[in-house]
């Protein structure tokens, strides 16, 4: 199994190149896996023995669309490779710092295996202004499939946000 993480700090990119498993795989809940450092774009790769097959997926900053309003984690595709994958599956997180160096998912979107395109966002987060900043990021974690092959999920996290939500 081999792993390679290339991440400029400057532009927020992360790059991830994962081998395909013998067998199908379960997408590994991002919860379980172990995050990159931050990084907002994750790009898992799909090798066949003759060329790679790969997609990558841009994971955003949390937002909120009006002040004072919900809380919401978004990613998009950004490219594939030609011939691109037969499936991919992508999970957006909005991910909530917890003291003692934990983050956990408050919400999630899972695309489900599809076409490897669009854009995914998780459900509102409900913002109740306490006075409390809490930080929160995105986390997405991307899955290709080709040819009954599937790669390992590649993971990345954006920047975090501070806010009181």
Known sequence: MRHTFD???????ARFVVPLLAAGALLV???????APSGSTGRAVAKTA????????????PFQ????????AQGHYTGCSTPAPDQCRVQVD??????GGYWRAVKHKDSGWTRCSGRYTTPGLTCVHDGEKETYNTQVTLQVEYHGRFSEPGI?????????C
Not at 29 to 35: C, E, Q, T, Y
Not at 51 to 57: A, K, L, Q, S, Y
């Open 156 to 164: 990345a996290d954006t920047g975090s946000t501070v806010i009181d």
């Open 65 to 72: 669309v009006t002040h004072g309003g919900p809380l919401y």
């Open 29 to 35: 809940p991002a919860a379980a896996a172990s995050a």
């Open 7 to 13: 991440f400029s700090w400057g532009e927020m990119k």
């Open 94 to 99: 909005l991910q909530q710092y917890e003291y």
């Open 50 to 61: 003759d060329f790679p097959v790969w997609c990558t997926f841009q994971g955003e900053k």
